[in-house]
């Protein structure tokens, strides 16, 4: 059993204990009228007073197990809560009847309001036992009446006692059984729509959970391209900045060396300038001693 079925059954449950606490106050208050107004066959106040209270407890007792989270919830305690919600309020209504001291009353109608309780809570199978169990305790309690152990309270008018009275006890018997098993027929109906409406609805939910697990899926691929393409932006931005830093660099160093280009091309000028004066000077160095040597041969001629 997995959680979403878990919660399926939790909040069915929740429904029926919250009906449970009008349910069981109706079906007092109606006893405490019938009792002062109509000499009906019925239980007494405090018979009717303890059933209401065992009622009460154990609904709130469901109310408590249901509070937990459904993945706490083991599947064995589940099904016996499931289970609870058909039985005890078979007995209560049981009950009743037989501190009554006769299945001939209004009451047996609510045996179809647990019938109803199944349809929420269980499928065909869980239906059908649903209404066999209803089924065997109304035919235990009309045989406990013709046998004569079921005591009517004195005083109490407008009944049929089936007490020794075989063909009522058989007439309902086969009534009784027969429209319960009908309306078991109808309640397993009506429960397959539901069912079916719950499993399209489940194949929807889970269709858009798919759906919803795509798109976040894609939304984080596109965060995680638009954090890249940020991260590039801010690369490009560092490398544009660094391009620049570099550029400047590259136009400050090309100044200096046009700088020192001038300068030795300077240097060159004036080296270049003083090796043609030397040149001009050893010529006429030259030129003077060559002279010298012609006027000594002069004068060594004379």
Request: aromatic share 12%; hydrophobic share 45%.
């Amino acid at each position: 059993m997995d959680i979403f079925q878990k919660q399926q059954i939790v909040d069915s449950i929740k429904a029926i204990i919250k009906a449970r606490w009008f349910f069981a106050a109706t079906v007092f208050v109606q006893g405490i009228i019938v009792k002062v107004f109509f000499p009906n066959p019925l239980a007494s106040t405090w018979q009717l007073a303890v059933i209401l209270i065992v009622s009460y407890f154990y609904n709130i007792a469901y109310w408590l197990y249901v509070r937990r989270p459904p993945e706490k919830m083991t599947d064995l305690g589940i099904k016996a809560v499931k289970a609870l919600q058909i039985i005890m309020d078979s007995l209560a209504i049981s009950a009743i009847l037989f501190f009554s001291g006769t299945v001939d009353k209004m009451i047996v109608v609510w045996y179809f309001v647990v019938l109803m309780i199944g349809v929420s809570l269980y499928k065909k199978r869980g239906i059908a036992l649903s209404a066999f169990f209803c089924i065997f305790l109304y035919s235990s309690l009309l045989i406990l009446e013709y046998y004569g152990f079921l005591i009517v309270p004195a005083g109490a008018k407008n009944f049929t006692t089936a007490y020794g009275n075989i063909e009522l006890t058989l007439g309902n018997l086969i009534g009784f059984g027969t429209y319960m098993i009908a309306a078991s027929f109808f309640a397993w109906f009506l429960g397959s729509l539901l069912r079916k409406r719950e499993k399209r609805l489940q194949e929807r939910t889970d269709q858009a959970v798919k759906q919803a697990q795509i798109l976040a899926h894609q939304t984080q691929e596109l965060t995680k391209t638009k954090d890249y393409l940020h991260e590039a932006l801010v690369k490009s931005d560092k490398s544009r900045t660094e391009l620049e830093k570099t550029k400047v660099s590259l136009e400050k160093i090309n100044l200096e060396l046009k700088a020192k280009l001038d300068e030795v091309e300077k240097y060159s000028e004036v080296t270049t300038g003083r090796e043609l004066k030397m040149i001009e000077l050893k010529d006429k160095i030259k030129s003077m001693e060559e002279r010298m040597k012609e006027l000594e041969e002069q004068i060594a001629n004379k």
